[in-house]
């Protein structure tokens, strides 16, 4: 198997290198392998392999990769923000073989028609993805097949293990809120309600990662002899011969390791996702000019100043509350260590196959709701949501068990809501400040950074939303204090404590001093989802775009990116999807362009 942590000295000179191995690089390696297996490809990855790691291949264990002795993320710190109360923010990248698809929480996310059709790029509309969208799956979910696929490498389905007390209350809950529960949220044309979660899960409980389910079968069969995979090596940087890439540097992640150069036949694709990609361009003497010079590259090779110009990401925040679920209703016992993994896994326990998200939302605001938010706000509804029913202001998951840092948190089972709002209106940059691959980042998220608080006032309305559909669940048993904004005693705002379900219900009423107290305890703990995206945009380089529709880096030859670094415009939805498209779309236009399989 051509499965490496040393790569053999034989191997000089490649036809095709890809410089990384996430989410998207392993669907474009197992393609090209797949078109053509003369063809030599080499795919250089940071991370390790994660096969038999229990947080890679067990949904349950999914959240210990987010333990301080993970092997499996690089955690990059942003610059401290006056916006963020003076804090950085800490955002994780995968840092194994299938990059983010091995790590994330497997929430099956699609992006919306509109999102698609906003990038306004020929190839890249809905309709004309939709194929690419399809091929990667095969489908055990609700929902028409016109939409969805039946004989992809990507199994999704609803797992092998359900909190169904938990996900009807919830659904319950959102109902008497006004939303519904729609049958196919993934159906690209589906907004505003509720929906039973399916997951990147196989009916038998396993991840559905690329590494596992595109590459490492291909490296497998013995009918790919050509495909090389080196793991724990970092691409330094790309090599040039005038305008045209010829080789990759990468080094081993071996202390006192030396430098290697690969040189490369045909292609070059940078697949590092949106840390290392404008990284690696950065220092390969690719970007803005000024970024160049002050990081101390010895030459600009090309002029793009799209390169790291903005960063994007869906700003989240958590909400724990205590319930009356029973033990084996929540994965508390597994993050608590009140359950044993070792037991689970020898009793092949169902909970295996089962990331404790039962439920997926996208949601849009009331008449009223828009109205409260302000002039400002209206603005930017009335001109970017208010014509376009398909999209979704805040994306909302119920999580069983609690969401967050559960240290000092009393034992117990609790459900909680993640949150994101979809399209943010802030940017960050992200940049190098140095020619060595250890030199730090410039990285700023722009998290609640836009001049009229349209991000704040958004996250404001999402948690007086969230709030009262946990208060309209009969598992509900209160909040935990330190898990909301400090409102006082005698606020009609102030967090409760109860044995028994609310009754009577009435929406709570927020003063104007309850909203600041919202609106600094929001700047105090936002944090990342991880989907980090938009440091090397597909669009006309004059407009900072870094890509071509094609996915060839502007002014270069025989260099593309493939990751979630190109995305034009956010999406609504969770990016795990999105990454995996962009692998199938990439690697359609590869093939076509190297005319694989014409034989």
Same mark, same amino acid.
């Given at each position: 198997?051509?499965?490496?942590?040393?790569?053999?000295?034989?191997?000089?000179?490649?036809?095709?290198?890809?410089?990384?191995?996430?989410?998207?690089?392993?669907?474009?390696?197992?393609?090209?392998?797949?078109?053509?297996?003369?063809?030599?490809?080499?795919?250089?990855?940071?991370?390790?392999?994660?096969?038999?790691?229990?947080?890679?291949?067990?949904?349950?264990?999914?959240?210990?990769?987010?333990? &301080?002795?993970?092997?499996?993320?690089?955690?990059?710190?942003?610059?401290? !923000?006056?916006?963020?109360?003076?804090?950085?923010?800490?955002?994780?990248?995968?840092?194994?073989?299938?990059?983010?698809?091995?790590?994330?929480?497997?929430?099956?996310?699609?992006?919306?028609?509109?999102?698609?059709?906003?990038?306004?790029?020929?190839?890249?509309?809905?309709?004309?993805?939709?194929?690419?969208?399809?091929?990667?799956?095969?489908?055990?979910?609700?929902?028409?097949?016109?939409?969805?696929?039946?004989?992809?490498?990507?199994?999704?389905?609803?797992?092998?293990?359900?909190?169904?007390?938990?996900?009807?209350?919830?659904? !319950?809950?959102?109902?008497?809120?006004?939303?519904?529960?729609?049958?196919?949220?993934?159906?690209?044309?589906?907004?505003?309600?509720?929906?039973?979660?399916? =997951?990147?899960?196989?009916?038998?409980?396993?991840?559905?990662?690329?590494?596992?389910?595109?590459?490492?079968?291909?490296?497998?069969?013995?009918?790919?002899?050509?495909?090389?995979?080196?793991?724990?090596?970092?691409?330094? =940087?790309?090599?040039? #011969?005038?305008?045209?890439?010829?080789?990759?540097?990468?080094?081993?992640?071996?202390?006192?390791?030396?430098?290697?150069?690969?040189?490369?036949?045909?292609?070059?694709?940078?697949?590092?996702?949106?840390?290392?990609? &404008?990284?690696?361009?950065?220092?390969?003497?690719?970007?803005?000019?000024?970024?160049?010079? =002050?990081?101390?590259?010895?030459?600009?090779?090309?002029?793009?100043?799209?390169?790291?110009?903005?960063?994007?990401?869906?700003?989240?925040?958590?909400?724990?509350?205590?319930?009356?679920?029973?033990?084996?209703?929540?994965?508390?016992?597994?993050?608590?260590?009140?359950?044993?993994?070792?037991?689970?896994?020898?009793?092949?326990?169902?909970?295996?196959?089962?990331?404790?998200?039962?439920?997926?939302?996208?949601? =849009?605001?009331?008449?009223?709701?828009?109205?409260?938010?302000?002039?400002?706000?209206?603005?930017?509804?009335?001109?970017?949501?208010?014509?376009?029913?398909?999209?979704?202001?805040?994306?909302?998951?119920?999580?069983?068990?609690?969401?967050?840092? &559960?240290?000092?948190?009393?034992?117990?089972?609790?459900?909680?809501?993640?949150?994101?709002?979809?399209? &943010?209106?802030?940017?960050?940059?992200?940049?190098?400040?140095?020619?060595?691959?250890?030199?730090?980042?410039?990285?700023?998220?722009?998290?609640?950074?836009?001049?009229?608080?349209?991000?704040?006032?958004?996250?404001?309305?999402?948690?007086?939303?969230?709030?009262?559909?946990?208060?309209?669940? !009969?598992?509900?048993?209160?909040?935990?204090?330190?898990?909301?904004?400090?409102?006082? %005693?005698?606020?009609?705002?102030?967090?409760?404590?109860?044995?028994?379900?609310?009754?009577?219900?009435?929406?709570?009423?927020?003063?104007?001093?309850?909203? %600041?107290?919202?609106?600094?305890?929001?700047?105090?703990?936002?944090?990342?989802?991880?989907?980090?995206?938009?440091?090397?945009?597909?669009?006309?380089?004059? #407009?900072?775009?870094?890509?071509?529709?094609?996915?060839?880096?502007?002014?270069?030859?025989?260099?593309?990116?493939?990751?979630?670094?190109?995305?034009?415009?956010?999406?609504?939805?969770?990016?795990?999807?999105?990454?995996?498209?962009?692998?199938?779309?990439?690697?359609?236009?590869?093939?076509?362009?190297?005319?694989?399989?014409?034989?």
């Amino acid at each position: 198997m051509g499965l490496y942590t040393e790569l053999p000295d034989k191997i000089q000179t490649v036809d095709v290198i890809i410089a990384g191995g996430g989410t998207a690089g392993c669907v474009v390696a197992s393609r090209l392998a797949e078109a053509d297996p003369n063809l030599s490809i080499l795919v250089i990855e940071a991370g390790s392999n994660g096969a038999g790691n229990p947080v890679v291949d067990y949904p349950a264990f999914c959240l210990g990769n987010l333990l &301080p002795d993970s092997t499996t993320l690089t955690s990059y710190k942003s610059r401290p !923000s006056n916006d963020l109360g003076g804090r950085e923010v800490s955002v994780a990248t995968g840092s194994v073989l299938g990059g983010g698809s091995a790590v994330s929480l497997m929430m099956y996310s699609r992006a919306q028609r509109t999102d698609w059709d906003s990038w306004r790029t020929p190839g890249w509309s809905a309709d004309e993805m939709l194929p690419f969208i399809k091929q990667l799956e095969t489908y055990h979910g609700p929902g028409s097949m016109d939409r969805h696929g039946s004989n992809g490498p990507i199994h999704v389905s609803g797992g092998t293990y359900c909190s169904k007390r938990s996900q009807s209350d919830f659904i !319950s809950a959102m109902g008497k809120l006004g939303w519904p529960e729609i049958d196919d949220l993934g159906s690209l044309d589906a907004c505003n309600g509720a929906q039973c979660a399916v =997951r990147f899960i196989s009916p038998d409980g396993k991840r559905q990662d690329t590494a596992s389910r595109y590459l490492l079968p291909r490296l497998q069969d013995g009918a790919h002899p050509n495909l090389h995979v080196l793991i724990e090596s970092q691409v330094a =940087r790309v090599l040039f #011969q005038g305008e045209k890439a010829s080789a990759v540097v990468y080094r081993p992640k071996v202390e006192g390791a030396a430098d290697r150069t690969i040189n490369v036949n045909k292609l070059v694709i940078v697949s590092c996702g949106a840390f290392g990609t &404008p990284a690696v361009l950065e220092r390969s003497g690719v970007g803005n000019p000024e970024v160049i010079r =002050r990081a101390g590259i010895a030459q600009l090779v090309a002029a793009v100043p799209g390169v790291g110009h903005e960063y994007e990401d869906h700003p989240l925040l958590l909400y724990p509350y205590k319930s009356s679920l029973n033990a084996d209703e929540t994965i508390d016992g597994i993050l608590t260590g009140a359950l044993s993994p070792v037991d689970i896994i020898q009793d092949n326990h169902d909970i295996l196959g089962w990331n404790a998200q039962d439920v997926t939302c996208k949601l =849009r605001p009331t008449n009223k709701d828009v109205a409260s938010l302000g002039p400002a706000f209206q603005e930017v509804w009335s001109e970017e949501f208010e014509d376009n029913p398909n999209k979704p202001l805040m994306v909302m998951a119920l999580v069983n068990c609690f969401v967050g840092d &559960p240290t000092g948190i009393p034992p117990g089972q609790y459900f909680g809501f993640s949150t994101f709002t979809t399209y &943010p209106s802030s940017r960050g940059h992200l940049h190098i400040t140095g020619p060595e691959l250890a030199d730090p980042l410039d990285f700023g998220t722009g998290f609640f950074s836009d001049p009229n608080g349209i991000d704040l006032r958004t996250h404001r309305w999402v948690y007086k939303k969230q709030r009262e559909v946990a208060r309209r669940m !009969s598992l509900f048993h209160g909040e935990l204090p330190s898990c909301h904004p400090p409102f006082p %005693a005698d606020s009609k705002a102030a967090c409760v404590a109860l044995d028994s379900p609310l009754a009577g219900m009435q929406d709570i009423e927020y003063s104007a001093e309850d909203d %600041a107290i919202i609106d600094q305890w929001l700047r105090e703990n936002v944090r990342s989802p991880w989907h980090s995206l938009g440091t090397c945009k597909m669009a006309p380089c004059d #407009q900072n775009g870094v890509v071509d529709e094609n996915l060839s880096v502007h002014g270069l030859e025989r260099l593309k990116i493939a990751d979630l670094s190109i995305v034009p415009k956010n999406v609504g939805a969770n990016t795990h999807h999105t990454a995996l498209v962009i692998g199938e779309k990439a690697a359609s236009i590869i093939i076509k362009e190297l005319g694989l399989g014409e034989n």
